[in-house]
């Protein structure tokens, strides 16, 4: 493809863009389309021929968009936000135009430089303090496994890397029900195993890990001649919200020498709004926190912040520096290849710096105190309706709620069966979770370009798909 040509379908691919999401609002949410239907329309074997662009971008309108759920969509209230905002589209533009692979501080010296500056202006916008250092990680499944690997090694005096874990006493990690499940694999891929991850309950209205009973479980796995290796906090669980308190609770992880890694990936970039931090007060005495503004900050997917309060035993559990990955000449220069257990690095700083600049911290602001605002005036509509109930407590701009038709019917599925109206009407997205075993529905609000508007009209349609199933 030469420079006139490539000039021409990278605007024919902005045009697209920009139509795209200002036709949003016309479009249903989800995609309409069967399990097989997009397979079906490709051919089985690649193309022996090149083929010309027009024939590239027709097949791209006719079948993958129709096939797309539009997670941009204003209506979208479903999992967590994924936004991508404008600013954040052209900054990955022109990272992909660059194709830079980010491994070393010599591979790219800007990006290196430019992701220590940008995670330390979003450290101080969400009040962490400076003894903090940042990564960008992919996700915060991978931050997740990093602060699971540092509490293996530094649990087994570093020594784990090099010997592996056969015949060594049980590691315990400890944490609530209400984790997201990239804890659950974080165990299984570290080789801490399922089994050693220690569930305990939860108390209170924001359903965060009992103290007391943390206390016990050490005790237990001491008596039973386990080595207690580290607690991960909840800091805003993808179900409930449910929000952990951390300062009791790392005082009794580090008197026990536990690490102490807090999962903030949706709740922690609202944190930027000083009034919410006190969902997390006291989450700086924490060894680890993981925050992605990929979700609720408008950073386009990936882009995770992993803070790290000691990296000195982070980096002793992953850095490894072979002759062709060293930068002779420069002993005080961070390469992030050795933070992450991906060797490649995309320039993922550079969206994080546009969407930084081009919002604000205002206008981001802004953005969230909206969403959690109509949010809670929803849950509060939504309790006072009949026949409805609010299943868990609201935490910033998420609660969930239940309906009961009053009639002695299968509760459960009577929920099933009104998500599955509500999301094949097309005009919103939810998705489902279980409270105290029951299965409810999950209401978030996150999407940048959702208006009071949009949450008005899932009021009502909500409330108008709960009477035509009564």
């Given at each position: 493809?030469?420079?006139?040509?490539?000039?021409?379908?990278?605007?024919?691919?902005?045009?697209?863009?920009?139509?795209?999401?200002?036709?949003?609002?016309?479009?249903?949410?989800?995609?309409?389309?069967?399990?097989?239907?997009?397979?079906?329309?490709?051919?089985?074997?690649?193309?022996?021929?090149?083929?010309?662009?027009?024939?590239?971008?027709?097949?791209?309108?006719?079948?993958?968009?129709?096939?797309?759920?539009?997670?941009?969509?204003?209506?979208?209230?479903?999992?967590?936000?994924?936004?991508?905002?404008?600013?954040?589209?052209?900054?990955?533009?022109?990272?992909?135009?660059?194709?830079?692979?980010?491994?070393?501080?010599?591979?790219?010296?800007?990006?290196?430089?430019?992701?220590?500056?940008?995670?330390?202006?979003?450290?101080?916008?969400?009040?962490?303090?400076?003894?903090?250092?940042?990564?960008?990680?992919?996700?915060?499944?991978?931050?997740?496994?990093?602060?699971?690997?540092?509490?293996?090694?530094?649990?087994?005096?570093?020594?784990?890397?090099?010997?592996?874990?056969?015949?060594?006493?049980?590691?315990?990690?400890?944490?609530?029900?209400?984790?997201?499940?990239?804890?659950?694999?974080?165990?299984?891929?570290?080789?801490?195993?399922?089994?050693?991850?220690?569930?305990?309950?939860?108390?209170?209205?924001?359903?965060?890990?009992?103290?007391?009973?943390?206390?016990?479980?050490?005790?237990?796995?001491?008596?039973?001649?386990?080595?207690?290796?580290?607690?991960?906090?909840?800091?805003?669980?993808?179900?409930?919200?449910?929000?952990?308190?951390?300062?009791?609770?790392?005082?009794?992880?580090?008197?026990?020498?536990?690490?102490?890694?807090?999962?903030?990936?949706?709740?922690?970039?609202?944190?930027?709004?000083?009034?919410?931090?006190?969902?997390w007060a006291g989450v700086e005495a924490a060894d680890s926190?993981?925050?992605?503004?990929?979700?609720?900050?408008?950073?386009q997917f990936d882009c995770s912040a992993h803070y790290l309060?000691?990296?000195?035993?982070?980096?002793?559990?992953?850095?490894?520096?072979?002759?062709?990955?060293?930068?002779?000449?420069?002993?005080?220069?961070?390469?992030?290849?050795?933070?992450?257990?991906?060797l490649g690095r995309r320039f993922r700083a550079l969206k994080?710096?546009?969407?930084?600049?081009?919002?604000?911290?205002?206008?981001?602001?802004?953005?969230?105190?909206?969403?959690?605002?109509?949010?809670?005036?929803?849950?509060?509509?939504?309790?006072?309706?009949?026949?409805?109930?609010?299943?868990?407590?609201?935490?910033?701009?998420?609660?969930?709620?239940?309906?009961?038709?009053?009639?002695?019917?299968?509760?459960?599925?009577?929920?099933?069966?009104?998500?599955?109206?509500?999301?094949?009407?097309?005009?919103?997205?939810?998705?489902?979770?279980?409270?105290?075993?029951?299965?409810?529905?999950?209401?978030?609000?996150?999407?940048?370009?959702?208006?009071?508007?949009?949450?008005?009209?899932?009021?009502?349609?909500?409330?108008?798909?709960?009477?035509?199933?009564?």
């Amino acid at each position: 493809m030469d420079g006139d040509t490539f000039r021409h379908w990278a605007h024919e691919a902005a045009t697209f863009a920009a139509d795209y999401r200002e036709t949003l609002r016309d479009q249903p949410v989800r995609a309409r389309t069967k399990p097989g239907e997009i397979a079906a329309q490709l051919p089985p074997s690649p193309p022996e021929e090149a083929e010309p662009m027009d024939a590239l971008f027709e097949d791209f309108r006719r079948i993958i968009v129709p096939g797309m759920t539009h997670w941009q969509h204003p209506r979208f209230f479903a999992y967590f936000p994924a936004n991508a905002s404008p600013a954040s589209v052209i900054a990955e533009m022109l990272s992909s135009a660059m194709g830079a692979q980010c491994l070393l501080w010599q591979t790219s010296p800007a990006a290196t430089e430019l992701e220590g500056v940008a995670l330390d202006w979003l450290r101080q916008a969400v009040g962490l303090p400076d003894d903090f250092t940042g990564v960008i990680q992919d996700s915060a499944s991978s931050a997740t496994l990093c602060a699971f690997l540092t509490m293996r090694e530094r649990a087994l005096g570093f020594t784990g890397n090099a010997t592996g874990l056969s015949g060594r006493e049980r590691l315990r990690v400890y944490a609530s029900a209400e984790v997201h499940t990239s804890i659950d694999r974080a165990a299984w891929v570290s080789g801490i195993g399922a089994e050693n991850l220690i569930r305990i309950p939860t108390r209170g209205p924001m359903r965060g890990m009992d103290p007391a009973a943390l206390e016990a479980a050490i005790a237990a796995d001491l008596a039973a001649g386990h080595r207690p290796a580290g607690l991960v906090l909840c800091m805003g669980g993808t179900g409930t919200g449910a929000i952990d308190s951390p300062p009791e609770l790392i005082r009794i992880a580090h008197r026990h020498g536990l690490f102490v890694h807090a999962d903030a990936a949706w709740a922690g970039t609202a944190m930027i709004c000083p009034e919410f931090r006190d969902l997390w007060a006291g989450v700086e005495a924490a060894d680890s926190i993981v925050l992605n503004p990929h979700k609720w900050l408008g950073v386009q997917f990936d882009c995770s912040a992993h803070y790290l309060r000691n990296v000195d035993d982070h980096l002793r559990t992953l850095s490894i520096q072979p002759e062709y990955l060293k930068t002779h000449g420069h002993d005080d220069i961070t390469n992030y290849s050795e933070w992450t257990v991906q060797l490649g690095r995309r320039f993922r700083a550079l969206k994080l710096w546009f969407v930084l600049r081009a919002h604000g911290l205002n206008g981001l602001r802004e953005m969230m105190r909206n969403h959690v605002r109509w949010a809670q005036a929803l849950a509060a509509r939504l309790a006072q309706e009949p026949g409805f109930s609010l299943a868990s407590t609201p935490v910033l701009s998420l609660f969930t709620f239940r309906h009961d038709p009053g009639d002695g019917r299968d509760l459960d599925a009577h929920m099933l069966a009104m998500l599955t109206a509500i999301n094949d009407g097309g005009a919103l997205y939810l998705t489902p979770t279980r409270v105290d075993g029951h299965l409810v529905i999950r209401f978030q609000a996150g999407a940048m370009e959702t208006t009071e508007g949009d949450v008005d009209a899932a009021f009502q349609i909500i409330r108008d798909t709960a009477k035509s199933l009564s």
